[in-house]
C-alpha cells in the first residue's frame, strides 16, 4: 500500500461513554437537581438513546430533549411514566400535607378533576387542599389514604 503524502486522513471514532470528558460534555450528573437531570442521569446509565426514553415514558422524543436540557418541566400526564422510567418520584418532597398532596397526584399522573373524581370529592375542594386553604377533615382523610395518599 502507498502512502500519498498530500492527503491528510484524521480517524474519530466514538468516545467512550465512561470518564469525566463523558459526564463533562453530556451534562450528566451524580445528583440531579431537576427532573430533567434525573430523566439524563438515568438514561445515561441504561446507555439510552432520548428516543429510546421517550418510548418507555410515552412520550415524543422532543419531550425528553426540552425536559432534559431545562427547557420545559414535564407535564402531569407524563409524570406517571417518568415515575416508572426513574424507579422513584422526582417531585420535590413538601413538608406541608398541601405539597405532599400535589406532589401525590402528579406522580399518578392525574389532573385534579381526574383525582378528585377518584377520591369522590368536588374538584375544588381538592384545590383548596392543594393551596392549604383548608386541611381535609377526618372522612376525606379516610378517602385519601384509599386512593393510597399517605401508605
Not at 469525566?20 to 450528573?29: A, I, V
Not at 381526574?114 to 383548608?134: H, M, N
Request: hydrophobic share 35%; net charge positive.
Amino acid at each position: 500500500m502507498v502512502a500519498l503524502p498530500f492527503c491528510k486522513l484524521t480517524l474519530r471514532g466514538l468516545r467512550c461513554l465512561q470518564g469525566p470528558y463523558f459526564q463533562l460534555q453530556t451534562g450528566y450528573t451524580t445528583s440531579p437537581k431537576t427532573v430533567g437531570e434525573a430523566i439524563r442521569k438515568r438514561r445515561l446509565d441504561l446507555k439510552l438513546r432520548q428516543l429510546d426514553a421517550a418510548k418507555i415514558i410515552g412520550c415524543d422524543e422532543m419531550s425528553v430533549v426540552n425536559w432534559e436540557r431545562g427547557y420545559r418541566h414535564p407535564s402531569v400526564n407524563h409524570m406517571a411514566g417518568i415515575v416508572s422510567f426513574l424507579g422513584f418520584d422526582p417531585l420535590p418532597v413538601g413538608a406541608s400535607l398541601a405539597q405532599k398532596l400535589v406532589n401525590h397526584r402528579k406522580a399518578l399522573g392525574l389532573t385534579q378533576r381526574q383525582f378528585a373524581s377518584q377520591i369522590g370529592v368536588d374538584p375544588s375542594t381538592l384545590a383548596r387542599w392543594e393551596r392549604g386553604e383548608r386541611p381535609p377533615d377526618d372522612e376525606q382523610l379516610r378517602k385519601l389514604k384509599l386512593a393510597g395518599f399517605g401508605s
